[in-house]
């Protein structure tokens, strides 16, 4: 104690000395007897300094962390409310004005030409070679002809088909079923869209599963009869396929199973555009279409039923194309083959029992790109213009034709 006090006073002195003398403040100089007390001081307000500011750090971490949550959330939510239920009652359907005419162009598809496709399911495809593309209607918003923008032969269409799912669906109908399990071990998805669902069957075990299933078909009555309940809740609607009543880039997924042979002819471009609308980028797609003519679309076959003698010229199998041809037109608005899914859709249909007409060509697994960004391979068919045919200008002319 004694010791201590003279130290000090004697520190002070020096201090005194050398800080009148020099602008730099004497270096403390201790005593053996309180040199290691002074240290330990030293030490612990160091500690203490150290443990101050790792706390510190601690709570910025934990402000950064608790307010990037928030952000997150917040992103989830607006998200969320983006990506809300489609809302399908502010969009009405309306028919567009009659006007405008069609385009029409002429196609010869020579045998040569033919085979020059190197598509792996050539050999599966020869028997429908018959089935030449007689040209095409670009359909825009033409109106004439056998259409469902055609106010006259949409009614012709609605009574056909209002029929026909008396006949054949029923509320227990359900072709695309049968590629359900094989299609979720294939894909992940969510949000799908069943584009003509019929009696909506599919879209219903779709929901069992818990996906966000929709649907849209062209006749009334498979729906009000069989799914007023699906109708009432905005899950299904009764739209034609070009005009569906969805957001855009909405879906992940779209199923659509022996639907297209059916649209007629001036309404494919149309519809396959507004499955490109309504589908996320990247988005996939099972198509299967029906490569034959319909038993209903012969005269024998429609006299045993409701339909007999009902507007022959008028078939249920509208569009019987190749699978070529079909290639193409998804192409034209941004569908491409995805012929690793085909494959592996393939293998697990012939694993779960399913061996009719195996390779099927009127299956596609389809991948949605940008317009033109893919490997289309429709290029040259005789007598067009590829970037007519495949390009994004073709999809203009479509738009403004
Ligand atoms: C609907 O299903 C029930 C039960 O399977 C069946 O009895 C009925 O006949 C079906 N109705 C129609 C119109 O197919
Ligand atoms: C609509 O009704 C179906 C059948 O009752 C049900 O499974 C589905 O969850 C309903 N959808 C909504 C959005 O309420």
Redesign the pocket.
């Known amino acids: 104690m004694v010791i201590g006090l003279g130290a000090a006073v004697a520190m002070f002195m020096m201090y005194c000395m050398f800080s009148t003398s020099a602008p730099a403040p004497a270096p403390v100089v201790y005593t053996s007897g309180n040199a290691i007390e002074g240290l330990g001081k030293l030490a612990q307000s160091n500690k203490m300094l150290s443990d101050k500011v790792s706390a510190l750090e601690r709570d910025l971490k934990n402000h950064r962390q608790a307010a990037d949550k928030e952000v997150a959330a917040l992103h989830r939510a607006v998200k969320k409310l983006e990506q809300a239920k489609p809302a399908p009652a502010i969009v009405q359907y309306k028919d567009p004005e009659p006007e405008v005419q069609s385009v029409m162009e002429e196609t010869h598809v020579s045998q040569s030409q033919e085979s020059e496709l190197s598509d792996p399911l050539e050999e599966a495809e020869k028997d429908s070679a018959s089935v030449v593309d007689q040209g095409r209607l670009l359909s825009g918003k033409q109106t004439t002809g056998h259409s469902w923008t055609n106010p006259e032969t949409k009614d012709t269409y609605m009574k056909m088909y209002n029929e026909y799912h008396?006949l054949r669906?029923?509320?227990?109908s359900c072709h695309g079923c049968r590629y359900l399990s094989s299609l979720y071990k294939q894909y992940k998805f969510n949000s799908v869209f069943d584009a003509g669902c019929g009696t909506g069957v599919l879209v219903r075990e779709l929901l069992k599963v818990g996906k966000e299933a929709y649907g849209v078909e062209a006749a009334s009555l498979p729906l009000e009869?069989?799914a007023p309940d699906l109708l009432s809740n905005n899950t299904v609607f009764v739209r034609p396929l070009h005009d569906t009543p969805f957001k855009d880039e909405y879906f992940d997924f779209i199923l659509s199973t022996e639907v297209f042979e059916h649209v007629p002819l001036a309404d494919v471009d149309r519809s396959v555009q507004e499955l490109s609308r309504v589908a996320k980028k990247n988005a996939k797609a099972f198509v299967t279409i029906g490569m034959g003519t319909s038993r209903f679309d012969r005269e024998d076959s429609r006299k045993k039923s409701d339909i007999a003698g009902f507007a022959m010229d008028f078939k249920f199998h509208e569009t019987v194309k190749s699978r070529r041809w079909w290639l193409d037109t998804f192409c034209a608005f941004g569908w491409y083959e995805d012929f690793t899914s085909y494959k592996k859709t393939v293998e697990l249909m012939e694993k779960a029992g399913y061996h009719q007409n195996i390779p099927p060509r009127g299956w596609f697994n389809l991948v949605k790109g940008p317009v033109g960004s893919g490997s289309c391979k429709c290029t040259t068919f005789p007598g067009r213009k590829a970037e007519i045919w495949c390009g994004p200008q073709r999809k203009e002319k479509i738009i403004t034709a």
């Open positions: 008396k669906s029923g509320n227990n009869k069989f």
